[in-house]
């Protein structure tokens, strides 16, 4: 079983960065970044394989950036112009296959 652990999480103004990072116990394909607003389902924001393939949620895309570091088991996530519709709990996730080892979850906090 992978266990993980999050960082980074924090409250920022509007138009502030904020930088997670999320360190696996185990080496494995994909890593990823999901979030779930109150009272909204849980959604992806960026996920990357271990070949560096990314993906990006359309909220995401031009302001988030994710990374991997292989050596470390841990992947980042760079989030720069934050909104207020940005504020969730972040969660980290990894798998070979799909996604079934998940973070207890990071809060981002955007005030406007």
């Known amino acids: 079983q992978v266990h993980l652990v999050e960082s980074g999480g924090g409250s920022v103004q509007a138009g502030g960065s904020l930088r997670l990072a999320c360190t696996a116990s185990?080496?494995?394909?994909?890593m990823g970044w999901f979030r779930q607003a109150p009272g909204k389902e849980r959604e992806g924001v960026a996920t990357?394989?271990?070949?560096?393939?990314?993906y990006y949620a359309d909220s995401a895309k031009g302001r988030f950036t994710i990374s991997r570091d292989n050596a470390k088991n841990t992947v980042y996530l760079q989030m720069n112009s934050l909104k207020s519709e940005d504020t969730a709990l972040y969660y980290c996730?990894?798998?070979?296959?799909?996604?079934?080892?998940w973070g207890q979850g990071t809060q981002v906090t955007v005030s406007s």
């Open positions: 996730a990894t798998g070979w296959s799909n996604f079934n080892a």
């Open positions: 185990k080496y494995t394909n994909y």
């Open positions: 990357i394989h271990r070949d560096d393939t990314v």
